[in-house]
């Protein structure tokens, strides 16, 4: 690492890149969550969305329990365009079986946090999902960016409105024609300063991204907060998978041993949302130790 960098306060040798990458979900949080990058985020969306946006209001990520029973939801960037639609924008770094069922969730979320008890239906406003994905996710397509809403199945025409799921697949950038779009989601993709200069030159608004990026990577706090989650991720799915071969070791039945299996994808998956281990067993209600 520069002296440079380290006299402006990072931790010398800390073996974390120079700039963070922002397809690591900490760090797109970090920089379009951020009230103050809100430009940014307007910038990313006015591309996305094609459409002009005048001010957007943050709103809490974090969507209702109606009981202790429903499923805890934790977005990354939530927010309320200036034509009321909210908006959840994620950065989905890892790939796994049940993603666009996660995803449609997610979305159905945004609409029925809308309405309290004895609210009328006329007050739900459209909802729009965005999935930033580091793998193809959109199988039956090779476009990069797919957009999907609910339409009549032979005349195509849309059944409400209320709810679009844009999906950006970071794998097929180069088979984007929005060539603004692409140069949003190599900035996304890129890890190397170079390749953050290359789009950052082209366009204003990515080069204040970027700015903001080196400012986030600058900082002291969110690097050990990087790093932390880095370690939390690697120690926590190291955690589980000892318990989980320490139970197949104990003489687990075939069929439990294939639950355990399943089990503990599901585990992983949370401990990649956030999560700790304990948090994750608690929620899924797994007992690792149980023998047969």
């Known amino acids: 690492m520069s002296k440079k960098l380290a006299s402006k306060g990072i931790i010398e040798d800390d073996g974390l890149p120079k700039i963070l990458p922002p397809k690591n979900d900490f760090v797109f949080k970090a920089l379009f969550g951020d009230k103050r990058n809100v430009n940014t985020l307007i910038a990313f969306l006015d591309v996305v969305l094609k459409k002009k946006i005048k001010k957007i209001d943050f709103c809490d990520p974090i969507n209702k329990q109606r009981s202790e029973a429903d499923k805890l939801s934790i977005l990354d960037v939530k927010v309320e365009l200036d034509d009321g639609e909210i908006v959840n924008v994620e950065m989905q770094s890892r790939y796994f079986k049940d993603m666009r069922k996660r995803i449609t969730h997610y979305s159905c979320e945004l609409i029925t946090d809308q309405l309290g008890s004895g609210d009328d239906y006329g007050m739900i406003k459209p909802v729009i999902s965005v999935a930033v994905v580091k793998k193809s996710l959109i199988k039956e397509s ?33 088979t984007e024609k929005n060539e603004t779009l692409a140069d949003w989601l190599t900035f996304i993709d890129s890890e190397k300063e170079e390749d953050f200069m290359k789009v950052a030159k082209k366009n204003e608004a990515i080069n204040l991204a970027f700015e903001e990026l080196k400012a986030l990577s600058n900082n002291k706090e969110q690097r050990m907060l990087y790093q932390a989650r880095l370690r939390m991720l690697r120690d926590g799915r190291a955690e589980l998978k000892d318990e989980f071969e320490k139970g197949e070791k104990r003489g687990i039945q075939k069929g439990k041993a294939e639950g355990i299996t399943e089990g503990m994808q599901k585990v992983f998956l949370l401990i990649d949302q956030g999560y700790t281990p304990a948090q994750a067993k608690k929620m899924l209600k797994i007992n690792t130790s149980a023998t047969v």
């Open 142 to 174: 090779r476009k990069c960016h797919n957009v999907f809403s609910m339409l009549e199945e032979e005349e195509k025409f849309e059944f409400n409105g209320l709810q679009k799921i844009h999906i950006l697949d970071l794998s097929r950038i180069k």
